[in-house]
């Protein structure tokens, strides 16, 4: 047993060690100091991106800061790792963190990085994905320029007449031919091939998508094999239901604002989908809220969604430590 734990390690490591090198090599635009590493996600370049040049890069909201840092322009695809401060307190159970951002940019901090500072004091190993993203602008007054006219795009296609209501694409299929929708089954394939060197348990494996981050969440809940399955699954303010659910998916949380222009309709229709096949899903419809609360503390019940689906990932025996 312990040749055999031995070898892994190696095997592990060796692999890892590849991932590693590919991250050093990337032009990253940031690393948090208090994150553990950075890796790749594949090893070498993602495929399908062969010919993309430009370089990933970080901004501040054209809308005033709030939510924290964007981060745009990923080609490399990278997990940014962030472990449990007591290994004696680990879960061994690790969740991917896939931010929002309409494919545009990375909601980095509200719906990353504080993400996975919160999941690790609870134990479990948290991971934020860098998926890749379109281009947009490389100089930053034209991208802020960019991101308004988009916002006000998706605005303008919220707006409700009687005689016109909103027709919005369900997330699930907002990005069908994006190739950032893959790259959360990848994170899912990277974890559980590496686990134990990350010291997870390969069986404890789930991920969580907040908006656009949904539907790369929504491609790993429909896509997998037996090797990028997840374990549980995760959507805040996302959403989607024109799917076809496999035998084995595995429970899933859905959180959103009853106010939400752009999710409410669609996480409502994916609770409704799961519910008549008769897949495990809980549901939590907050009054108000918006679009994008993230980690933000408004003074609203939606500050409780992280401690909710906490005490969901615990009666699933994931908070457990092991």
């Known amino acids: 047993m312990k040749n055999t734990t031995a070898k892994l390690l190696v095997a592990g490591s060796i692999l890892l060690g590849a991932c590693i090198l590919d991250a050093q090599e990337l032009n990253i635009a940031e690393r948090p100091i208090d994150a553990d590493e950075v890796v790749a996600v594949y090893p070498g370049v993602a495929p399908g991106s062969e010919q993309w040049n430009w370089k990933e890069e970080l901004s501040i909201p054209p809308w005033g800061g709030r ?51 919160a999941l690790a004091a609870r134990g479990v190993t948290a991971l934020v994905l860098k998926y890749r993203l379109d281009h947009t602008p490389d100089d930053e007054d034209a991208f802020r320029k960019d991101a308004i006219a988009f916002l006000t795009g998706v605005a303008q296609g919220m707006k409700t007449t009687a005689a016109a209501p909103p027709k919005l694409p369900p997330p699930s299929s907002l990005a069908d031919a994006k190739p950032g929708r893959k790259d959360g089954a990848a994170a899912i394939d990277y974890v559980r ?6 010291h997870i348990d390969p069986r404890r494996i789930g991920i969580i998508g907040f908006s656009a981050g ?19 699954a995760a959507e805040i303010y996302s959403g989607g239901s024109d799917v076809p659910w496999k035998l084995d998916t595995p429970p899933v949380f859905l959180a959103v604002a009853g106010d939400d222009p752009i999710a409410a309709e669609w996480c409502l229709k994916m609770f409704q989908s799961l519910r008549e096949s008769k897949k495990s899903v809980e549901l939590h419809v907050y009054a ?17 969604w992280l401690n909710e689906f906490a005490a969901w990932l615990s009666s699933l025996g994931y908070l457990t430590p092991q």
């Not at 990278?78 to 680990?90: D, M, R, V, Y």
């Not at 091939?193 to 990350?198: D, H, I, K, T």
């Not at 809220?289 to 939606?302: Q, V, Y």
């Open 214 to 232: 949904g539907s790369v969440t929504n491609f790993a809940l429909t896509e997998y094999d037996s090797q990028t399955r997840p374990d549980f």
């Open 67 to 117: 939510g924290g840092r964007l981060v745009r322009n990923v080609v490399q695809p990278t997990l940014t790792i962030f472990n449990p401060p007591n290994e004696k307190n680990s879960t061994h159970t690790a969740v991917i963190i896939a931010p929002g951002g309409g494919f545009r940019w990375l909601s980095i901090d509200s719906e990353g990085y504080d993400v996975a500072r």
């Open 193 to 198: 091939r590496n686990a134990v060197r990350l």
């Open 288 to 304: 108000s809220g918006g679009h994008g609360f993230g980690m933000e503390e408004r003074g609203l019940t939606t500050d409780l």
